[in-house]
């Protein structure tokens, strides 16, 4: 073989050789790389592992969290529910029942028991309890429960291992695990407890079930002090009613009693009305007879005597036959007869009656009645009387001056008449307004001393007033007269 083909062959080996070592070198440098990336990748891997385990563990925790949530949602709704239930309960023996039922069946207690100290503030007794078997075991309790609470500042979580001795009683007599003492306050006395417990290791009481405990504890609290503010009210009540029929029947009695004198004063006025019409019929009658001359001559001055007998007897006869009249209406024995009648025709006659006193004392007489009227309703001769009575009152107490003036005003109201008869006279202390409708009362003014008068007159007016189903009161001011205002029915529209 010449040498330029061994040079040849070398040059294609040396060629070749370096084609391999570079190739070599090429896929180790890319062994390592993905050596690298395999590292890296798997360091990836770890971490993605390791967020992944985080993930499911906040996971978990968040779900966690959302029942915890979700129980103490339920449970505010219980509680709610049941504020509404127990807040129309005023039987604290039903609110214990209640309360003790709902705490088992909504909260998952196994066991609750209420107690509550009554309101004459003895001893605590237990009111209801749920889940609890030893029953006899409750009012032993009540003795520990209410030790705990004068011990205790807000509410006790405890357990079966408890060193306080009565909490540890509390336990083992009734078998917790883990148990809750809540006290009741209101106005800042412990007037109960709730006692909720779970036997159960795992169903330890927590912060939670206490929070939820103290809300409705409160609630209990509001509803108890509604309860007994209620019976309070109730007692009153009843205290209050049978002073009202206790006062009542005293009333009644009393009114009995001024009825019967009521009714003996008109007896007796009557009586004495009858007895005393016949001696002054007599005097009447021998008077006349002594008046005429018939038993003899009459000198001028027995014939003034007898004229003054006379009068004042007829005066005392007029008295009589008013008191009489009184006593009849008084007594119902006066029967009104009642007719439609024209009111304006009979003030006219009235007014026309009374003229020769208007004019002799030069008073104007003003008279304001409606067009049209229709009939009133009344005893004629009876209202006559009444309307007399008042415009001679009237005329007695106008000035005589020549500047009194009498004012009749008649108004329509719905169903009656309102007739007011007024003077511009001396007028009336507002102190005597009330007694004017009294028999025998007259005011005690200068004026009256120098007028006559029986204070009967009113007094009938009322009654006859009274009688046709209206009513009489006067208006008055001094120096500026008075109004008589009294009311008739009408005939309906």
């Not at 499911?56 to 103490?72: A, F, G, I, Y």
């Not at 207690?109 to 309101?119: Q, V």
């Not at 004229?307 to 009849?328: G, Y």
């Amino acid at each position: 073989m010449s040498l330029e083909y061994l040079v040849l062959f070398l040059a294609v080996c040396l060629t070749a050789l370096f084609a391999v070592a570079a190739l070599w070198i090429y896929e180790r440098r890319k062994f390592h790389e993905t050596i690298k990336s395999l590292d890296y990748f798997k360091k990836l891997c770890d971490e993605l592992d390791q967020n992944t385990k985080l993930i499911v563990q906040k996971d978990l925790e968040l779900s966690r969290t959302q029942e915890s949530l979700d129980q103490r949602a339920r449970e505010l709704f219980v509680l709610h529910e049941l504020g509404n239930k127990i807040g129309s309960v005023f039987d604290e023996s039903v609110l214990a029942g209640v309360i003790s039922k709902v705490l088992c069946e909504e909260f998952n207690f196994e066991k609750t028991a209420f107690f509550l100290r009554l309101r004459d503030k003895s001893r605590l007794l237990c009111l209801g309890s749920y889940g609890i078997q030893e029953k006899s075991a409750l009012q032993e309790i009540a003795g520990s429960v209410e030790r705990a609470l004068t011990q205790i500042n807000g509410s006790v979580l405890a357990a079966a291992d408890s060193p306080e001795p009565d909490l540890h009683k509390m336990a083992v007599d009734l078998k917790f695990h883990s148990f809750l003492l809540v006290p009741i306050v209101l106005k800042e006395e412990k007037v109960g407890a709730i006692l909720v417990g779970n036997s159960m290791t795992s169903d330890k009481i927590g912060e939670d079930e206490k929070d939820i405990m103290n809300l409705l504890a409160n609630q209990v609290a509001v509803v108890i002090d509604n309860s007994r503010l209620y019976e309070q009210l109730r007692q009153s009540h009843h205290l209050l009613e049978s002073k009202v029929q206790e006062r009542t029947r005293e009333l009644e009695n009393l009114n009995q009693r001024l009825k019967h004198l009521s009714d003996m004063k008109s007896d007796f006025v009557s009586s004495a009305s009858h007895e005393l019409r016949t001696p002054l019929t007599s005097i009447q009658g021998y008077s006349s007879i002594l008046t005429s001359g018939k038993l003899g001559p009459v000198t001028p001055e027995q014939q003034t005597r007898l004229n003054k007998i006379h009068l004042h007897a007829n005066e005392l006869v007029e008295m009589i036959n008013t008191l009489l009249d009184i006593s009849r209406i008084e007594r119902g024995k006066t029967e009104m007869k009642m007719e439609q009648f024209s009111l304006k025709d009979l003030i006219a006659k009235v007014v026309d009656l009374l003229q020769p006193q208007f004019s002799a004392r030069k008073i104007q007489v003003r008279l304001d009645l409606a067009e049209n009227m229709e009939p009133a309703i009344g005893d004629v001769p009876q209202l006559q009387r009444v309307f007399i009575n008042l415009l001679s009152n009237a005329v007695k107490y106008a000035p005589d001056n020549g500047t009194g003036v009498i004012n009749v005003k008649v108004s329509v109201l719905k169903t009656e008449y309102q007739v007011s008869i007024g003077d511009n006279g001396v007028g009336i202390p507002e102190e005597a307004l009330p007694k004017l409708f009294t028999e025998f009362y007259r005011v005690d003014t200068p004026m009256n001393q120098e007028i006559k008068g029986t204070g009967l007159g009113l007094s009938l007016v009322k009654r006859i007033i009274e009688a046709h189903k209206g009513s009489v009161w006067a208006a008055s001011r001094l120096g500026m007269g008075t109004t008589f205002h009294f009311t008739l029915p009408r005939k309906a529209s």
